[in-house]
């Protein structure tokens, strides 16, 4: 197939192959400061949503997990301690900056053992076939250029029976509060981010990604289209973020 002459970057139109590089160049940017700004722009909830999505896991001792994107490592260190250290975790990210800084908090935290740390692309995981339990990613799909590729490169890692995760910002379920959430998204988030990062632009490429993701029933689409069964989801905080789940059998 031939591959599209452009996507999106935020709310601007680059060339596909672009697209990659530009997403680097922001998270390069963030990458000192990301866990201090995910507390303050979401004023500690992200933590709520991915103790949610790790208690959605099904992972049992001596398991095999993967979390794709997963930067800084919040997703992973919860899966090393789920699946102990018997099991096995591949924390992964295409941004050699973020998994620097995962790789010290897994040391800070005694984990390092566990988790083995591997840059790679999302949508050519280059693991074989049926090789993990579970695989993760949170806030990390929509900066991927190719969803549907990383999908199917998600599912097909998946052993029968296991699960993808995924946690992602969405669209609001309660009308109302849109007004208001873009008034926030588009101008406190980039002062913040000036603030705090000393980068607003960055803060506002993150805000207008979220309007191009995927909302709720068109992702739960795309993991059914990537050969996953029984997808659902969930919607946390009235749709701020979602979890949807797909199975492989």
Not at 28 to 46: I, K, P, T
Request: aromatic share 8%.
């Amino acid at each position: 197939m031939n591959e599209p002459r452009d996507t999106d970057f935020g709310f601007e139109r680059v060339p596909w192959r672009d697209k990659a590089r530009r997403v680097r160049g922001v998270f390069d940017s963030v990458a000192g400061r990301y866990d201090l700004m995910n507390d303050l722009m979401s004023a500690g909830a992200h933590r709520l949503w991915k103790r949610y999505l790790l208690s959605q896991t099904l992972l049992r001792p001596g398991q095999r997990a993967l979390d794709v994107a997963g930067g800084t490592g919040d997703i992973a260190r919860g899966l090393a301690r789920q699946v102990g250290s018997d099991g096995v975790v591949v924390l992964s990210d295409i941004n050699a900056e973020m998994l620097t800084r995962g790789r010290d908090r897994l040391l800070d935290d005694g984990l390092a053992a566990q988790v083995s740390v591997v840059q790679l692309d999302a949508e050519k995981l280059p693991f074989p076939d049926r090789s993990f339990h579970c695989v993760t990613i949170a806030f990390g799909l929509r900066n991927v250029t190719d969803k549907a590729a990383a999908l199917a490169a998600m599912g097909r890692a998946l052993k029968p029976g296991g699960q993808v995760l995924v946690l992602e910002f969405s669209q609001l379920a309660i009308p109302a509060l849109r007004p208001l959430y873009d008034a926030y998204s588009f101008q406190v988030l980039p002062r913040l981010g000036q603030l705090f990062a000393h980068d607003a632009e960055s803060y506002r490429y993150l805000a207008e990604s979220i309007r191009r993701h995927p909302d709720q029933e068109t992702l739960l689409g795309m993991m059914q289209a990537a050969g996953l069964e029984n997808c659902s989801y969930t919607n946390l905080s009235g749709g701020i973020v979602a979890v949807h789940r797909g199975f492989r059998y």
